[in-house]
């Protein structure tokens, strides 16, 4: 946050008070669906995904979270209600949790939290309407480019299936897609 | 916005500053594909779609906005980018335009605006979500009973092959599940 506006001692101070640190193993649940997933989560070490599964037992890939990222579930974090969403850990992690509270706490008393959070907001629907755009129109090559821009750091470490899961098409459709890239 | 915070003479005063009229006769655009969508509308009266066209040719319908509904291309209203979609009436419509920089002033100025606003941003990231979630494993008799429950006010006013395009499938599967619903 330091790089986006500048923080007081006190700010701080005040921001190691209303987050609390949380760690996760590769495989363990921050939130099951059903759930309320009252806390928002700032991915500081490792790797996250959210995910449903639909009545046939499939899962589907909504999100991936690297370091940086964060996770939140809008449903439980401002409606208290039950997430439609697994999140867990793909790789060990470690995270910083904050509430509602905590949030409302932030926006109040530091200046520069609220409209960088509003600006997230507004990447996040513009990023979320891409995502329903692309389900709509793009070829399963166009999809994967866009993941490749839009989480380079994970490219290497993210299992196959996952990554099949979240463009939704099949492991052997993506490894096609991947030897024709890699050779342009 | 009287129902959700008060609003003295002044604010008001101030909104009808920062708000510009607009009339759209049916099948007229606010804004097409490759134009940047500075204004969020406001739809007082009316009925606006937004969609995308891909390379066959096709349409993709991805919002409708009945009375009271905003329409809003945050490509364009924040970053100053290209629509990616077409914002046509599909009624003669009445709409209110505010651009960013009329935005902010009612941020700053106006009480009750910014967290009404974030609220909306908010619920909409809640409904994207949704959206995506639906379109991975919903049925079309599920995304269907959505779409009633999301726009009951113009149901019986939405050309069927519009909201075939909206749902995501063909005209006949729609007409299927409309008369099965019927009878139950």
Redesign the interface.
């Known amino acids: 946050m330091e790089k986006r506006f500048s923080l007081t001692q006190k700010d701080v101070d005040l921001m190691r008070s209303v987050f609390q640190p949380r760690q996760l193993e590769k495989g363990e649940f921050l939130f099951r669906e059903g759930e309320i997933a009252r806390y928002e989560a700032f991915v500081a070490r490792g790797f996250l995904r959210r995910y ?4 046939k037992g ?1 899962e ?1 890939i ?1 999100q991936f979270a690297p370091e940086n990222w964060w996770v939140r579930d ?2 439980g974090f ?2 208290n209600e039950p997430s ?2 697994f999140t867990e850990a793909i790789e060990d992690s470690q995270l910083l949790l904050i509430d509602q509270h905590g949030h409302n706490l932030l926006i109040e008393k530091i200046q520069g939290y ?1 409209p960088s ?3 997230g ?6 990023a ?6 692309h ?3 793009a070829t399963a090559e166009e999809r994967y480019n866009d993941f490749l821009e839009t989480y380079p750091s994970i490219v290497q470490r993210v299992p196959q299936h996952m990554l099949a899961s979240y463009l ?1 098409i099949s492991p052997e459709t993506l490894s096609r897609i991947r030897s024709r890239t890699q050779i342009r």
Not at 128 to 133: A, S, T
């Open positions: 449903a599964i639909d009545k499939k589907h909504v809008n449903k401002s409606d439609e969403f609220g959070f509003q600006l907001l507004q990447k996040n629907v513009v979320k309407e891409k995502r329903i755009l389900s709509l129109v939704g």
